[in-house]
């Protein structure tokens, strides 16, 4: 009976190894999937298969099940362990107060005002063991001197635990600052006073970044230098919300993100500089190896490069990449293929399970993935053949766009809810700029620094800056630039990217599964239903959907909520002009809307709790913007105390009940305090 499965798995053996991050990355899925945290039990359970899967693995037939088990256990192993290694403190109250810390990044928040992240914190009043690894503060004034990574600061201001998700199933920014040991945010209104300069040897690779990005920033003006240097070092604070949102809008934020693409293209760059350099000179290249040479030296390059960037996901899997590339040229081997994708995405995985929910990690694997596929799947002789050599850049540049475009389109959709419409456009316009422009311009301003002689590097990252940012303010200018998605169910994604790897790397007629599997999930998409009632987490906000999409309470307050609601909803319209929408009448301190049939009202501002009463007698649920001890019998009231304990609240209206879901529900790690 199961015979022909086995077989036809025992034939595809020579063809499965890029299916193994796959397994690994279901094990990790199977851990976060659950609402509670996996015990003694659950890692036991695990261990027994990886046990299973060892002895499996001397049964011939049953090779690729051991392998499979094998995977799926060491995901969900490292999973766990990386969690309890990242463990750290998260703030369990409201704190204001002196704060004091060394300051290990310097950047802009979304609201474009400068914030510090900063770690060995002391907070007044409270234990050591209560006190976060880091903390993380927007400053309502900016300072008048740049402030230097590695100093000792002290200031006063507001810390709360990191939010959770702003809608049941949403974005958690919680569960990303646990792993990364963030323990608190907040802002402070009061100036930062520096303590202590930076120690000798520490925060070098920190301190060399801020040094070169004033560097940049000081040869380069305006924008284009802060772009120029946001690209190069990763550091953004210089960079304004209307150029981020420029190159939201056109597609070209990876620009700025230190991806790893940045990260090829200087790899590249300097390899070829190197490798045709040596071959200049008679006694290395008759004597040494000098491709092998090359790649050593440009693994270097690609090293110093991850640390000064500051290590994010997409620039790690750049490094594992190269690396892999690299240390195969010197072995001998084939650098490029789809095994080497794997290997890459396999050492990320179990460095850094949680990398696996990141978009950073999801877009660029993908785009490697449907790259190295695309390009093995595609004839290129058959068209160096027919048309001239020196349009085949030309030609690699547009498909490589293409490919990019299909495989990360998708994955942006899901997570950010929106499509750039012209984004190809402005990729085909740009990519090359960054390519033969900044990061070479970088490499050579860096080489004649020494000298005195930046300018010539520093020219060619200017020219290269104002160009991309001249098209992405173009193009996010344009009618239609950006059509809003609506959020996906929790399948979709998974559903999709199996299908979509199933398609490409499965021998023989079997693959088109995978065309069946992306089918079903593009109508799972199609056919998700959006909560038709949202509560925010402070209770100060309500949206409802109507006819014309989300409607809400109030048309300010609660504007991270607003926002989150509106993308997720596929709507690009702002929180004033969905507040304008038909749904709630009364007036803002009592908004009256319709659950089903049924009536129910949201109360905040002074003298809420004294109206409770009189809404409770007319009202299927009352919605609170404060806390209240006495509510009338069968009232269902929401106030904060409640939310507090849950988070955001979804409602459904079914057959006169009414159904909820928490943000919070689960005891998972990060959920703790």
């Known amino acids: ?24 990355a279901t094990g990790i899925g199977l851990w976060f999937l659950p609402g509670w945290e996996p015990g003694p039990r659950s890692y036991g359970a695990a261990l027994v298969l990886l046990a299973a899967g060892i002895l499996l693995v001397f049964r011939p037939l049953l090779h ?4 499979a088990a094998i995977c799926i256990a060491l995901g969900f192993l490292a999973a766990g362990v990386r969690a309890h290694v990242q463990k750290a403190p998260i703030i369990g109250f409201r704190y204001y107060g002196a704060i004091e810390g060394r300051v290990i990044e310097v950047d802009r928040s979304q609201s474009d005002r400068l914030r510090l992240t900063l770690d060995r914190v002391v907070l007044e009043r409270t234990a050591p063991d209560r006190t976060p690894a880091k903390v993380r503060l927007s400053l309502h004034a900016e300072p008048p001197a740049p402030i230097r990574p590695g100093s000792t600061v002290i200031l006063t201001g507001h810390l709360d635990a990191p939010m959770g998700p ?68 990763g550091d953004r604070s210089g960079i304004t919300h209307e150029t981020t949102d420029a190159l939201r809008d056109s597609n070209l934020s990876h620009l700025l993100a230190i991806s790893g693409m940045n990260l090829a293209f200087l790899v590249a760059f300097t390899f070829a500089i190197l490798r045709y350099g040596f071959a200049l000179v008679p006694p290395l290249a008759l004597r040494l190896n000098t491709k092998k040479l090359a790649a050593a030296a440009s693994l270097g390059v690609a090293g110093f490069y991850l640390a000064l960037s500051g290590g994010n996901v997409a620039t790690e899997r750049a490094f594992l990449m190269s690396a892999v590339m690299l240390g195969a040229i010197l072995c001998d081997r084939r650098a490029l293929s789809m095994r080497t994708v794997a290997l890459s995405a396999v050492m990320l995985l179990l460095w850094q399970p949680e990398s696996l929910l990141h978009p950073g990690f999801q877009m660029s694997m993908a785009a490697t993935v449907m790259l190295v596929w695309g390009f093995g799947v595609i004839d290129r002789r058959t068209f160096t053949e027919r048309a001239p050599r020196w349009l085949l850049p030309v030609y690699t540049a547009v498909l490589s766009s293409v490919l990019g475009g299909l495989a990360t389109g998708p994955i942006a959709a899901v997570h950010f809810n929106r499509f750039t419409d012209y984004g190809l456009l402005a990729n085909l316009l740009t990519v090359p700029a960054m390519g033969t422009l900044i990061m070479p311009g970088a490499v050579v301003a860096t080489l004649l620094s020494p000298f005195g002689l930046p300018q010539p590097g520093l020219l060619l990252m200017e020219l290269g800056a104002r160009w991309i940012l001249a098209v992405a303010h173009l193009i996010a200018g344009w009618e239609g630039a950006v059509t809003g998605i609506k959020s996906p169910g929790p399948l979709v994604l998974p559903l999709m990217s199996v299908g979509a790897l199933w398609l490409m790397l499965w021998p023989g007629r079997a693959r088109w599964g995978g065309a069946l599997a992306l089918g079903i999930a593009l109508l799972v998409w199609g056919g998700h239903q959006r909560p038709p009632v949202l509560i925010s987490a402070d209770g100060a906000l309500v949206g409802i959907m109507g006819r014309e999409g989300r409607v809400f309470s109030a048309p300010k307050g609660s504007g991270f909520a607003a926002g989150v609601w509106l993308e997720d909803d596929g709507d690009l319209a702002s929180q004033a002009d969905a507040a304008e929408r038909g749904g709630f009448s009364g007036p803002q301190g009592a908004r009256r809307f319709m659950l089903g049939d049924r009536p129910a009202i949201h109360l905040k501002g002074r003298g809420a709790r004294d109206l409770v009463a009189d809404a409770c007698a007319e009202s299927l649920l009352v919605i609170l913007a404060a806390e209240v001890e006495d509510t009338p019998e069968g009232c269902l009231v929401i106030d904060r105390a409640r939310l507090a304990e849950t988070g955001a609240i979804a409602v459904w209206p079914d057959d006169g009940r009414l159904l909820f879901r928490n943000a919070l529900d689960g005891s998972r790690l990060w959920m703790r305090q």
């Open 64 to 67: 690729p099940l051991g392998i």
């Open 166 to 233: 702003a809608e049941p199933g949403g974005f958690d920014f919680r569960r990303m600052a646990f792993f990364d040991r963030l323990g608190a945010i907040g802002y402070s209104r009061t100036p930062v006073l520096t303590l202590a300069a930076p120690e000798a040897g520490t925060q070098w690779i920190n301190r060399l970044r801020a040094y070169l990005s004033a560097g940049v920033q000081a040869g380069i003006p305006g924008q284009a230098g802060a772009f120029a240097s946001g690209s190069v070092t």
């Open 1 to 24: 009976m199961w015979g022909h499965p086995l077989l036809a798995l025992e034939r595809a053996r020579g063809h499965l190894f890029p299916f193994v991050p796959v397994l690994i």
